[in-house]
T-cell receptor
Framework: QQPVQSPQAVILREGEDAVINCSSS?????VHWYRQKHGEAPVFLMI?????EQKGHEKISASFNEKKQQSSLYLTASQLSYSGTYFC???????????FGAGTRLFVKA | NAGVTQTPKFQVLKTGQSMTLQCAQD?????MYWYRQDPGMGLRLIYY???????DKGEVPNGYNVSRLNKREFSLRLESAAPSQTSVYFC????????????FGSGTRLTVV
């Protein structure tokens, strides 16, 4: 039931774009996105709910495709501060259990 | 504004020993959670408390117990620690998880030898 994230890791140069995908084998109700820097706690980025397709701002945004049971996180014009591990967390109902993917490690170099 | 506070930050236990991980939040959140994080496996839910006075099992509850002491505090107990419980443990809380997601504490790094 754990969602599958791809790619597992990505290396970017400053200013490049990245897409991180999160796929579930079950119908999705909600998708959370978090960023975790090494040795720190995960930090909430955004949540998308069933019925909502796109969210975020110019630099970091996400989409939710209910039919494909997947969400994608878009990082535009990456900055050094974007480096870290990105996790998606999925909920199949409106309940309290959020199941997280294994994470995507992103490294942005100058 | 402390957010979610976890103690201790680091702990080494011998196999068979018991201990309690403490978590407190000062944001007046109703729901609280315990996750463990292992390399390559992401965050796995151990137990959660939807509101004061209630607790429920998550994905990996075996070997753990929890207590929701009051609205602020949610503790995790290992009765007889095993090497497989070596992990980083995160406590989290939420005001409305479908709007604001979770606020995580800084974690407890536990090693069982």
């Amino acid at each position: 039931q754990q969602p599958v994230q791809s790619p597992q890791a990505v290396i970017l140069r400053e200013g490049e774009d990245a897409v991180i995908n999160c796929s579930s084998s079950k119908a999705l109700y909600s998708v959370h996105w978090y960023r975790q820097k090494h040795g720190e706690a995960p930090v909430f980025l955004m949540i998308l709910l069933k019925g909502g397709e796109q969210k975020g701002h110019e630099k970091i945004s996400a989409s939710f495709n209910e039919k494909k049971q997947q969400s994608s996180l878009y990082l535009t014009a990456s900055q050094l501060s974007y480096s870290g591990t990105y996790f998606c967390g999925t909920g199949n109902t409106g309940g309290f259990k959020t199941i997280f993917g294994a994470g995507t490690r992103l490294f942005v170099k100058a | 504004n402390a957010g979610v506070t976890q103690t201790p930050k680091f702990q080494v236990l011998k196999t068979g020993q018991s201990m309690t991980l403490q978590c407190a939040q000062d944001m007046n959140h109703n729901s609280m959670y315990w996750y463990r994080q292992d390399p390559g496996m992401g965050l796995r839910l151990i137990y959660y408390s939807a509101s004061e006075g209630t607790t429920d099992k998550g994905e990996v509850p075996n070997g753990y117990n929890v207590s929701r002491l009051n609205k602020r505090e949610f503790s995790l107990r290992l009765e007889s620690a095993a090497p497989s419980q070596t992990s980083v443990y995160f406590c989290a809380s939420s005001e409305d998880r479908l709007k604001y997601g979770y606020t995580f504490g800084s974690g407890t790094r536990l090693t069982v030898v």
